[in-house]
Structure formats: C-alpha cells, structure tokens
C-alpha cells in the first residue's frame, strides 16, 4: 500500500460553496462544531453531532465532554484548519481515527494516520496482563524498574508508549518492519516524553534483539488468516494496513515464529504475552507448551472472548 503521510495545513482546501459556507468562519468552538454537525449530516454520517463532538475531543485531546464545556471559547486557526480536515475526511467515509489523527489509548492520546493500525480496546487489556507481572516482578526484586520489555509490531507504539507512561519498567525495545509505522511511534514517544525509555528499532518480528535478553515480550502480531482478510468489514480493510493485521493463510504465521524466538530471547521466568484471535486461542496456547513455556493461559478480554495467551519461560536455567 502507497504510504500516506499525515495530515498537514498545506493539504486542505476549504470547504467552501453557499450550501457549505468553511468551518474557518466560525469564531467558536460551539459554533464551528455545529457547522461541522451539519456537514456530517449533509454527507449522511449517523450521529453527526456526536460525530462532531468527539473529533473535536480528540484534536484537542481531552473528554468529549470538552465540545460543550469550552463551546464559548473562541476557536483557533489552527483548531478549525485541523477540524475542517478532519470533518471532510469522516464525510468521505475514513475511520473517525484516521479523519482526526488521534487514537485513544488508556487514557493517552496517540497520533495515528493510515500507516498503523488504530489501537483496539482489546490491546488495552494485553497492557494490563503485562503490568500485572510487571507489578509481581518488582515485588520478587524489591522495586519494579529494571525489567526489560519488548514490544514486538509496535505500530503507532501503543503498548510501548502506555507501559512507558505507565509502569516504571526500566526499558522497552519496540520493533516494526514498517518504517511508516516506526515514524508514527517515533512521534508518539517524543509526545509522550518517554524517549530515553522507548527504543524503536525497525525489522522482522525479534530480530533486532540480536542476542540481548529481555523480561516481557508483548505482542500484539497480525492474527486474521488471509481469507478472513477479505471479509473483514469495509472501514477496516479499505483503510487499514494489511500487513498489520493478516497473519498467512492460517492466521498464525507471525504468532508462531515469535513463541519460538521468544523462548530464545526470554530471561527464566520472563513473561511472553500474546493478543491473539479467539478462535484459534486454544492453538496458540499450544504452540508455547510445545516450544517449551509453562503455565501457558488464556485469557478473555473485556468483550468476554478468549483473547490473550500468557506464558512462562520455565526458571531452569537451561537454554
Ligand atoms: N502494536 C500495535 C497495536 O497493538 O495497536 C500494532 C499492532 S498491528 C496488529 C501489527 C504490527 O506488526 C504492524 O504495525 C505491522 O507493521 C507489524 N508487523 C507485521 N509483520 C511484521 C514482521 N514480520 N516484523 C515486524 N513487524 C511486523
Ligand atoms: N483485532 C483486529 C481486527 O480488528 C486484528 C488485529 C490483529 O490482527 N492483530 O480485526
């Protein structure tokens, strides 16, 4: 897929026309979003004023509640250039993620454009299996910094940036093969102030660990099989990269060969925590029991399903 770099000033034009006077004219925050309601609602988007309400949240990076509460404030060139990009690109169909440029993550919000996925609820959840060892491992040594992480498939860096922010975990090394998604991360990182702790290195799944032993790997790989690639629903395959969410013909392309690295890179007793898809949970689980993991567990998510596949490489010493 050609890259699609994100958004700037330089590649807006107005929305002009009597039917549609530009939003750059509304000297409010109340006032341009409900010009923004109107245009989603001309271009057919269900809910156009929450529509409008939560693009607006996003572009300033607060609570929806943000559009009602600061609806007298005046509304800034740089507010409407951004809101006017981001109303003509939801009116054409894009993800509200991809129209705003903003995802949240756990409460961080995360700039994300059609280089990288757009993180999933689900995902927030693998976070918390990883900050439960975390929070175990630092009780065993007495403190919780000092563990290394790695983030295998970081993509717009949500896992890494969020136990950055999150966990005093001393290290995260997050990989990509997608250089597109490597700059995404790179900018989350410097956002979010955790540059010194997040490294990004870009290649195959572990690969750039080299020989470098690490605490946790976390990953959340591309887990649909190609044929359900096809059916996925239209905002998802149209927008969204393939090579972050198709895993090979059985979905289990990229799993496979990270539980395997996995157990090469992995400190005894070290962490390896999967997102995986639900149906094919079972067989994942196996995969680490067969490549020599203990107490290998799955784990539902906040819908319910059978979503996280949690294992231990064994503390015996042996390679
Ligand atoms: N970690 C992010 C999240 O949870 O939102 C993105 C996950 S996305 C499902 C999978 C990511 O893995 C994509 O960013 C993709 O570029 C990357 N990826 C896919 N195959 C890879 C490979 N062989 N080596 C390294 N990265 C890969
Ligand atoms: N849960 C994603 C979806 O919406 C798949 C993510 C993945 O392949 N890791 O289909």
């Keep these: 897929m050609a890259e699609v770099r ?30 923004a309601a109107d245009l989603l609602e001309a271009a057919g988007v269900p809910d156009a004023r929450r529509e409008a309400d939560e693009l607006y949240a996003a572009i300033v990076g607060r609570a929806t509640s943000a559009a ?20 003509r690109h939801r009116a054409q169909g894009w993800p509200q993620a991809y129209a705003a440029g903003r995802a949240n993550f756990r409460g961080h919000w995360l700039t994300v454009d059609r280089r990288v996925l757009i993180p999933r609820p689900e995902t ?6 990883v900050l439960e060892w975390l929070r175990a491992a630092g009780g065993r040594r007495g403190a919780e910094g000092g563990s290394v992480v790695a983030d295998i498939g970081t993509g717009s860096g949500a896992i890494a940036v969020a ?30 102030g955790v540059a010194s ?22 990953s959340n790989p591309p887990y649909v099989a190609t044929g359900e690639w096809e059916r996925l629903e239209p905002g998802v395959r149209t927008f969204e990269p393939r090579e972050a969410l198709d895993g090979g013909p059985d979905g289990l392309g990229a799993i496979r060969e990270i539980v395997v690295s996995s157990r090469a890179v992995l400190n005894d007793g070290g962490l ?9 949970a ?6 680490a029991a067969e490549a020599g993991f203990n107490s290998c567990t799955i784990l539902h998510d906040l819908f319910g399903r059978p979503r996280y596949v949690r294992a231990w490489r064994p503390s015996d010493g042996s390679d």
Excluded at 124 to 129: A, I, M, T, W
Excluded at 197 to 218: I, K, M, T, W
């Design 282 to 287: 079972g067989r994942v689980a196996e995969l």
């Design 163 to 192: 136990l950055a922010l999150e966990s005093p975990a001393g290290r995260i090394i997050a990989t990509d093969r997608s250089a597109g998604a490597l700059a995404v991360a790179r900018a989350n990182v410097a956002e979010h």
């Design 124 to 129: 927030e959840g693998l976070v918390e299996v």
């Design 68 to 87: 009602w509460l600061e609806r007298e404030q005046p509304s800034t060139e740089a507010l409407r250039v951004r809101l006017d990009a981001a109303v």
């Design 6 to 35: 994100p958004l700037t000033p330089s590649d807006l034009s107005p929305l002009t026309g009597p039917a549609h006077p530009p939003l750059l004219t509304s000297h409010t925050v109340g006032s341009a979003l409900a010009r």
């Design 272 to 280: 390896l925590a999967l997102e995986v898809d639900a149906p094919r």
């Design 197 to 218: 702790r997040v490294e990004l290195c870009r290649g195959h799944l572990l690969a750039p660990l080299g020989n470098g032993r690490v605490d946790v790997v976390v």
